[in-house]
């Protein structure tokens, strides 16, 4: 099963210090096999932390589970065609104490956070080009960033990105 850790862990992964209270996980799945493969999270305690009925991986795909004896929440996100794909194609696995954990590529955590846009992602995004810029597919990301400003109508994710790149040569 292929699968990668994405949002503030992959931050931290990449060597930036950052508070977080969940794990972020995209995970390559059918809806038909969500279900199955929550009942198998069960079995190593891992539960849901909300219900709101059977339809609810249909219409989020997405699993919102914690895990019982640390009470560490999950968000299982259920890959979707296009983006997530792709992502899970440039996934890097990173040695995390000892364990090869596939973790998003650097390019596509830029993306995913400028996306998201809230302050403290912004912030990731700065503290990830500080840290990582050499690695960064730096035209990767702005071809992905053109494409999701053209099918969202938007025109603020490549500026947003200029900006921090200029932010970062000032630090």
């Given at each position: ?8 862990q ?37 539960f ?10 249909e ?8 895990h ?8 299982l ?22 364990v090869?954990?596939?973790v ?7 993306t ?6 809230r ?44 900006r ?8």
């Amino acid at each position: 099963m292929r699968w990668y850790v994405f949002g503030a862990q992959a931050v931290v992964a990449y060597g930036r210090p950052r508070l977080t209270t969940d794990v972020d996980i995209t995970v390559e799945l059918s809806l038909d096999e969500a279900e199955r493969f929550a009942d198998r999270l069960r079995a190593h305690g891992f539960f849901p932390r909300e219900s709101d009925g059977p339809n609810r991986i249909e219409r989020t795909r997405v699993l919102l589970l914690v895990h019982e004896s640390s009470g560490f929440p999950v968000d299982l996100v259920i890959a979707g065609p296009g983006l997530e794909m792709s992502f899970l194609e440039m996934a890097k696995p990173l040695d995390l104490s000892g364990v090869q954990v596939p973790v998003i590529d650097p390019a596509d955590l830029i993306t995913t956070k400028l996306l998201a846009g809230r302050p403290q992602d912004l912030e990731d995004v700065r503290g990830l080009l500080l840290e990582r810029k050499v690695e960064v597919d730096l035209e990767r990301t702005r071809d992905t960033l053109k494409m999701i400003e053209q099918a969202l109508d938007r025109g603020d994710l490549l500026p947003e990105l200029e900006r921090l790149l200029e932010a970062t040569k000032e630090d």
